[in-house]
């Protein structure tokens, strides 16, 4: 049996809203140990400035290219990340010398992996610089170069996380600022891609239309009603007959078509174009899954749940239902594929990214590797 290494996933996802950090022990294989977890809010300073960088890079041809607001937000959003792991170490009590690798993922601000380019803004060796720690980031890149989609990375966590369920096949559902699917099969097979908007839209919308920043619990959408019409019109985008495996940028979708509705039935509408685009993923499934378990903060909106189990046969359930942690998980994921990328096993596979091969990926940065730019 492989040794066990003690690691710290820290996700930033297309939603702005934060970092979560989660403590794994795993072997990267089949021992999963799930420790504790915690999230840290941006400020409004650091989404303001995440969101003109994101802006920024419609422009790049390049990964390297740091132009306008990009250079300085990388900066801002290492040291968030490095002062976030030194609050959750003194959080839950962990010593800094007991992490083997911190997983990075850093904050996605352009994917075009029809380009063969994906841009994760984050200094892992920045970070390993300033936690002592060594890092892993980055681990979308060498699958986008092997012309993979880049995108989702998680299923090889889900089919672990899940080995144990007594549901197969059953779907793992994310529902961050894009939401994607993983279906494993009893065989343990996987099938992966995103599904189409998670929380981006909503949110956007949300900010401009009331000030907020998302939907808490989808009260919003609950007091709207949802315009069939225009649903059927965002269903009608290519995306969704495309097979799999396939990924989206968080900007793919354009809010024109709901811009006269009332911010109630603009969140009605866009709630039920995240669930009906979740459930329409099962045309691309070999068999309806069992059990469909939702994670991200899309299972927190009740709207874009009840929407969901009413279009699909089985159960959907939040993560905690099986005792899971759903603000986690994708933290944890980063840290298990950490481990793996260390050991040079696979992330990425034919069947969830596209790639041509099961491939590992990563740059791995140590304490010392830190160069001043």
């Known amino acids: 049996m492989s040794k066990l290494m003690r690691a710290i996933g820290l996700m930033s996802g297309t939603s702005l809203d934060g970092i979560d950090a989660a403590f794994l022990e795993t072997d990267g294989e089949d021992i999963v140990i799930r420790?504790?977890?915690?999230?840290?809010?941006?400020?409004?300073?650091?989404?303001?400035?995440?969101?003109?960088?994101?802006?920024?890079?419609?422009?790049?041809?390049?990964?390297?290219?740091?132009?306008?607001?990009?250079?300085?937000?990388?900066?801002?959003?290492?040291?968030?990340?490095?002062r976030a792991v030194a609050q959750y170490l003194a959080d839950v009590e962990i010593d800094p010398a007991a992490i083997d690798v911190i997983g990075f993922h850093g904050q996605t601000v352009l994917h075009r992996p029809e380009a063969r380019l994906t841009v994760q803004l984050g200094r892992g060796d920045l970070l390993a610089h300033m936690t002592g720690c060594p890092v892993?980031?980055?681990?979308?890149?060498?699958?986008?170069?092997?012309?993979?989609?880049?995108?989702?990375?998680?299923?090889?966590?889900?089919?672990a996380l899940t080995a144990k369920l007594p549901h197969r096949p059953v779907a793992v559902v994310?529902?961050?600022g894009v939401a994607n699917v993983t279906w494993i099969g009893r065989d343990g097979s996987l099938i992966a891609f995103d599904t189409g908007p998670g929380n981006a839209m909503l949110d956007d919308w949300m900010a401009r239309k009331t000030g907020a920043y998302l939907d808490a619990g989808g009260a919003t959408a609950a007091q709207g009603l949802a315009d069939e019409e225009i649903v059927r019109r965002f269903l009608s985008h290519a995306y969704f007959n495309a097979p799999p495996p396939k990924s989206l940028d968080r900007n793919m979708f354009s809010s024109d078509l709901i811009e006269n509705l009332s911010a109630e039935d603009?969140?009605?509408?866009?709630?039920?174009?995240?669930?009906?685009?979740?459930?329409?993923?099962?045309?691309?499934?070999?068999?309806?899954?069992?059990?469909?378990?939702?994670?991200?903060?899309?299972?927190?909106?009740r709207a874009i749940m009840r929407m969901l189990a009413e279009q699909v046969h089985n159960a959907v359930v939040p993560a905690e239902t099986v005792e899971f942690d759903g603000d986690a998980m994708e933290a944890e994921a980063w840290a298990y594929l950490a481990v793996r990328s260390i050991r040079e096993l696979p992330i990425t596979y034919p069947g969830t990214t596209g790639v041509p091969a099961p491939m590992s990926g990563g740059v791995h940065a140590g304490p010392t590797a830190y160069f001043v730019r």
């Open 136 to 159: 892993v980031y980055d681990l979308r890149a060498a699958d986008v170069a092997a012309g993979g989609q880049g995108a989702p990375l998680v299923p090889v966590y889900h089919r």
């Open 266 to 301: 603009g969140a009605a509408t866009l709630a039920a174009f995240t669930a009906r685009a979740i459930a329409k993923a099962r045309e691309h499934m070999p068999v309806e899954p069992e059990l469909w378990i939702v994670a991200g903060g899309g299972r927190k909106n």
């Open 174 to 176: 994310n529902i961050g």
């Open 35 to 82: 420790g504790p977890a915690r999230t840290y809010p941006y400020d409004d300073g650091m989404r303001r400035l995440l969101l003109t960088a994101i802006a920024d890079a419609g422009g790049l041809i390049s990964r390297a290219e740091r132009p306008h607001a990009l250079a300085e937000a990388e900066q801002a959003l290492t040291e968030y990340h490095a």
